[in-house]
Each structure stands twice: as C-alpha cells, then as structure tokens.
C-alpha cells in the first residue's frame, strides 16, 4: 500500500508543478541522470520485501551526494568515467567502480543466525551504452577486486527516457548473471553454518530478471521529487538457498535531490 500512496503523490506533483524547469532524464554508463554538469545532494528513504528469511529491516534512510559531469560521475557507492565516445554517438564505453554488495551478519535476519559476516565488497568493471530504438542499451561487466566474493558478474538493460509534462519517466528491463562465487558467498550456507532448520547450500552461477522504473518531478530550477519501483525475479539457484525469503524481490524509493 506505500508505494501505491507514494506513486499517487507523485503524480499528483506532476500536475501542481507543471510549470518546473524539465527534468531531461539521461542514460549514461548504465545509469539514470539528470542535470548534466551540476552537483547534487539527495535524502531519503527505501522500502522493501525480504531477501533473507526472518529480516529484521525492510526499510532504510538514503543519503547521497556526487556530480554528473560529461563523461565523469561520481554517487555514493558508484563512480565511472566514459573514455570513449560523446553524448552524440551511437556506443559509448565506460570503466566504473561500484559496491557489489551490501553484504551482511547473524543480527540482519533471524536466518543467519549463528553464520559468519559477508563482508562489503567493491568491483571494478567495463560498461558500454548502445543507442537502440528510442533508447539506451547498457551492458556492464564488473569483477571483484577486493577479495571479498573473487567473481564476476554482468547484465544488460534496457532504458527508455519518456517526457510526461515537465517530468521524465524511465522504465527499464533487464537481465544479469551472477558468477557462482557471488551467489556462493552472499546466499550459500557453508558446511559449519548447517543447522536441523538450515542445510547446507552451495551457491551456483545464476541469473536473475528485472523491471522498473524511476520517475523524475522537477519542482524547482534546483530541485527534484523522485520515485522508483524495481521488481527482480531470482533464479532457481539462489531462491532455492534456505536463508532466502522469496525467488521474487521489490523495492520503493522516495527521494528529494537538490541540483547546484
């Protein structure tokens, strides 16, 4: 029932500040932006489904700060830089460097009890955003370099920037693979973790679909209302692990982002 509340009042801004500056989504480096060559600070909140049996948070504060430039962007927890090609051009490429995963300990779910802490990881990778029927067609590839899961992952998705108004209304598709390291390490139950309620579990390579959307309400000249809805569908492989909740996976952000 929040996101639909949530989903309303953002439509209903639509309509109360129609005479805003435009939002002018964008696809770059396989990511959604706005107000190319400004800084930006945004706050806010995220609501979600479990993805681990018995999880004690669905909801958290968000904070963010970074600069989206011409070829160089920086956000928390994600940062790349597109070396070849220009916002003109049919493909592009890109390096970046992201957090993979959150990662976690026995006190986030009443599953992991009695389990050892995954640990935070970062990966580096190669990203490439193709022009395609109105669109943009992102694939990434990253890879670990901390040592934490040592595997690789990749995906592709697809954008499509439509204007509403003043605001700008992204849906998105996608797929990605996830390497048997990563579903091992962050959903597999070792050996010494099996208990009489939770078996052991080795992780396999995996892939897993999504769909979505973000929708950008500018208010001000300075100033954006966003909201996003994402659903993902896990394969057989890590939804069959014991600790996961659910094969099927959604999250709802509410965000105010400020432009200088």
Partial sequence: ???????????????????????????????????????????????????????????????????????????????????????????????????????????????????????ISADLGFSTDAKLWGGTLSGKYQHDVTGVYNGGNASETYFHPISIGSASFVPYIGVSYLSAEYVDYYYGVRKGEATTSRSAFKGKSDFTYSVGYKFIIPVTSYMDITQSTGYSRLGSRISDSP?????????????????F
């Fill in 243 to 259: 600790i996961v909740d659910s094969a099927n996976q959604w999250a709802t952000t509410a965000m105010v982002a400020f432009h």
């Fill in 1 to 119: 029932m929040k996101k639909y509340i949530i989903s309303s009042a953002c439509l209903l801004f639509i309509t109360v500040t129609a005479q805003a500056s435009q939002a002018d989504a964008y696809i770059k480096n396989g990511n959604i932006y706005t107000h190319q060559g400004d800084f930006n600070i945004a706050f806010g909140g995220m609501y979600g489904s479990d993805v681990y049996k018995g999880q004690k948070n669905n909801a958290m504060p968000i904070l963010s700060a970074g600069y989206h430039g011409d070829d160089f962007n920086i956000d928390a927890g994600n940062v790349n830089y597109r070396f070849w090609g220009n916002d003109d051009d049919k493909i592009t490429m890109a390096v970046f460097g992201t957090l993979a995963n959150l990662g976690y300990d026995h006190n986030t779910a009443a599953s992991l009890n009695g389990m050892s802490k995954r640990h």
